[in-house]
């Protein structure tokens, strides 16, 4: 297993598949691989079957239509249909996404990775990003793409990263007395706030430890790099 690999509390994250861009598959078996259950929301499932891939649940309000076509096209009968949990959450008041983190709360999990979360509909990728501050008290969230990871900085962060790694540090909202060390632009005790200020594109300063806290509010710590490329 990689040491990068997330995990928490030694138990392997679940996986949701989104709706939103596609990932490399590369990146995507890498997840599968590690994954003790993977849940595929609603009207994602018909391009998670035509990519061949292998998942445990099929959850959501099934409003997209992707239940009729499925039974009515190619992939009717087909034996990737067969073992799915077939969850039908028709809540209006919760997204899919939200019911995703539900159910995996539910099954005991304390930890989930989050593919396909981002791109597309911008409303879908916006309202994503919000959820995972939001469900970040409960849940180890963390979305992946090529580009990138995303998740919620607790109020106390410290990890190891080679100079010149992208990190973007992201308020929902308002992030209160935010300090920072090894950064090139360093922070002391200041706020960022939507749609004032960010930390956008800032960098490590030098290999070695980054450390972040903050007071009050919600920040989203964004790893980022240009090229495809992923380190799990």
């Given at each position: 297993?990689?040491?990068?690999?997330?995990?928490?509390?030694?138990?392997?994250?679940?996986?949701?598949?989104?709706?939103?861009?596609?990932?490399?598959?590369?990146?995507?078996?890498?997840?599968?691989?590690?994954?003790?259950?993977?849940?595929?929301?609603?009207?994602?499932?018909?391009?998670?079957?035509?990519?061949?891939?292998?998942?445990?649940?099929?959850?959501?309000?099934?409003?997209?239509?992707?239940?009729?076509?499925?039974?009515?096209?190619?992939?009717?009968?087909?034996?990737?249909?067969?073992?799915?949990?077939?969850?039908?959450?028709?809540?209006?008041?919760?997204?899919?996404?939200?019911?995703?983190?539900?159910?995996?709360?539910?099954?005991?999990?304390?930890?989930?990775?989050?593919v396909w979360a981002t791109g597309r509909r911008?409303?879908?990728?916006?309202?994503?990003?919000?959820?995972?501050?939001?469900?970040?008290?409960?849940?180890?969230?963390?979305?992946?793409?090529?580009?990138?990871?995303?998740?919620?900085?607790?109020?106390?962060?410290?990890?190891?990263?080679?100079?010149?790694?992208?990190?973007?540090?992201?308020?929902?909202?308002?992030?209160?007395?935010?300090?920072?060390?090894?950064?090139?632009?360093?922070?002391?005790?200041?706020?960022?706030?939507?749609?004032?200020?960010?930390?956008?594109?800032?960098?490590?300063?030098?290999?070695?430890?980054?450390?972040?806290?903050?007071?009050?509010?919600?920040?989203?710590?964004?790893?980022?790099?240009?090229?495809?490329?992923?380190?799990?």
């Amino acid at each position: 297993m990689s040491s990068h690999h997330i995990v928490r509390d030694n138990q392997e994250p679940a996986l949701i598949i989104a709706n939103g861009e596609a990932c490399s598959l590369a990146l995507m078996h890498e997840l599968m691989e590690w994954s003790p259950k993977v849940v595929v929301l609603d009207g994602a499932l018909p391009r998670v079957l035509e990519l061949g891939l292998k998942v445990d649940v099929w959850l959501g309000d099934f409003d997209s239509g992707a239940e009729e076509e499925l039974l009515k096209g190619e992939f009717a009968n087909s034996p990737q249909l067969s073992h799915i949990q077939r969850v039908h959450t028709p809540d209006q008041e919760f997204t899919d996404l939200q019911k995703a983190f539900h159910f995996l709360l539910g099954d005991g999990f304390s930890a989930v990775n989050v593919v396909w979360a981002t791109g597309r509909r911008q409303d879908h990728h916006l309202n994503n990003i919000f959820t995972l501050a939001r469900y970040s008290d409960r849940l180890t969230i963390n979305f992946l793409d090529d580009y990138g990871r995303v998740f919620a900085s607790p109020k106390k962060f410290k990890k190891w990263y080679p100079k010149n790694t992208d990190i973007s540090l992201i308020p929902c909202g308002k992030a209160l007395g935010v300090t920072t060390q090894n950064l090139v632009w360093n922070l002391n005790n200041e706020t960022l706030e939507l749609p004032e200020r960010t930390s956008s594109s800032n960098r490590v300063l030098a290999d070695g430890f980054v450390e972040i806290e903050y007071i009050e509010g919600h920040l989203l710590i964004m790893e980022c790099w240009d090229k495809r490329e992923f380190n799990v």
